[in-house]
Structure formats: structure tokens, C-alpha cells
């Protein structure tokens, strides 16, 4: 496993467009939270109402996903492009460790990015909310990090973009068309939220529950948790199985067709 790691990193950090959009990962969440919370005021009439200050400033990470998805299609599709594939299971010939290695490596680069993308969101966060009538002169705490849920949030948040880069690997080693499977990926995540809105309860919770954006995205809130759709773990977990069924599925693929 250790030279299929060793490979796949090469591979990984090698490719021209690994750094371009690992930095776009972090650029994309701050700007889209920035230009959010610029754009926003709350009204000071109802002192600290319904407003969630740190899901506010993370926002921009809906946005940055997107980048995190193409990065993972990325490393899986490129290969069969360029015909690589075939060299790296002719040197690896055990095709699981060669997937499991790339999961490892894309995750990996996921989180170096999501690190310094959510402390940043929240940073944004803590410097623009009182200006947008959510801070201490409206009954807000000040955005902080020593705040448990904060805490926990950021942390989740962290795990969420690992969790989406996951599905989009096992997506790309699906699909195995850059274009093709960026598109399913994107589908997947964007889509079911649009159609919530189109229905009613009970269908729409039940929707909300089991699509992997509104399901994972609960770990960012930090009030109100009764009235979401899952508890913010809970939907984290969801979406961990949606990432585990897709790689499971890309191995499968993997392993039954051609190179």
C-alpha cells in the first residue's frame, strides 16, 4: 500500500491543475462568504432572532465544493484520458490498493485545503457579521472558535469536503469521463435541494434527510438543530455513506472492466 501511496501522490501533485484548484478551494470560499455577508442585513427589530451566526460565514463553502468535487474527478479521470491507468495497474496490479490510494491522497489534499478555507470563512465571518446586524450590539455573540459549536461546525465542515471529494473519486472511477462525471457529482449535490423546494412535506424532509449537500451541510449549524431535517452528526454520517457507496462502487468498476 505504501508504494500505491507513494505513486498516486506523485501523480496527484504532479498534474498541473492539483495546485490551481486546491488554491481556487480556498479563494471560492472566502470570496462567496464574503460577498454573502456583505450583502446582508438583518433587521435589529427581533435581538438575537433566528439567525446562525457561523453557518452564515461558512457559506462559501457551498460553493467551494465544486472545486473539491473536480479535483477528486480529476485525479481518477485524467488517467484513463491519458491512458496512465493501464501503467499504474500494470505496476499495482491490485486495483482496490490502487483506488484505496488515491482516496487517501485526494482526502489528504482535501483537507489541507479545507483547513485553512473554513478558518478563513470563519474569520470573514467574525470581521463582517456585526456589520450585517448580527454581533454583539444584536444579541449575537462574536464568532469565535473557543464557541463548542463553532468548534464543532469547523470541524465538521473540514470532514464534509474530505466526504465530498470521496464521492466525487468514487463518481469519476465510475463514470470515467471528466466532463461526464462532474456533472453527476454536481447533479448529485445541487439538484436535490432545488427539487425540495418544489414539494411539500412530508416528501421535502424526506428529500432534505437523504441527499448528501442538505444531509452533510446540518454539521455547520449551530442553532436551532431541532428543526433540521437530521442532527448535524447524523447528516454528516449520511453523507459518509453516500461516499463510502460511491468508492465501493468505483471499485467494482474497477475491478470488472477493462482498463
Do not use: F, N
Request: charged letters at 10%; one cysteine or more.
Amino acid at each position: 500500500m505504501s508504494a500505491a501511496l507513494a505513486a498516486e501522490w506523485t501523480k496527484l501533485r504532479t498534474l498541473g491543475e492539483t495546485w490551481w484548484l486546491a488554491a481556487g478551494v480556498i479563494a471560492v470560499a472566502l470570496a462567496a462568504s464574503a460577498a454573502m455577508l456583505a450583502t446582508t442585513h438583518i433587521s435589529p427589530g427581533a435581538p438575537g432572532g433566528g439567525s446562525d451566526p457561523t453557518k452564515l460565514a461558512l457559506t462559501g463553502l457551498d460553493l467551494a465544493q465544486a472545486v473539491v468535487a473536480v479535483i477528486a474527478v480529476v485525479a481518477v479521470t485524467e488517467e484513463y484520458a491519458t491512458g496512465m491507468i493501464r501503467v499504474s495497474l500494470a505496476a499495482i496490479p491490485r486495483r482496490e490498493a490502487v483506488l484505496g490510494a488515491k482516496a487517501l491522497t485526494v482526502a489528504g489534499l482535501t483537507v489541507a485545503a479545507a483547513l485553512p478555507a473554513v478558518a478563513g470563512c470563519l474569520v470573514v465571518g467574525r470581521l463582517l457579521l456585526p456589520g450585517a446586524g448580527i454581533g454583539p450590539g444584536h444579541c449575537y455573540p462574536l464568532l469565535s472558535i473557543a464557541h463548542g459549536a463553532t468548534l464543532r461546525a469547523a470541524v465538521g465542515a473540514v470532514m464534509y469536503l474530505a466526504l465530498i471529494a470521496l464521492l466525487s473519486l468514487g463518481v469519476g472511477a465510475i463514470v470515467r469521463d471528466t466532463a461526464t462525471a462532474t456533472g453527476v457529482v454536481l447533479a448529485l449535490l445541487y439538484l436535490p435541494p432545488l427539487l425540495a423546494l418544489l414539494i411539500a412535506d412530508p416528501w421535502r424532509r424526506h428529500v432534505e434527510q437523504i441527499a448528501p449537500m442538505t444531509a452533510g451541510l446540518a454539521v455547520e449549524a449551530t442553532r436551532h438543530l431541532g428543526s433540521l431535517p437530521d442532527a448535524p452528526w447524523a447528516g454528516l454520517g449520511i453523507l459518509g455513506v453516500w461516499g463510502v457507496g460511491a468508492l465501493v462502487a468505483g471499485g467494482v468498476v474497477l475491478r470488472v472492466r477493462d482498463a
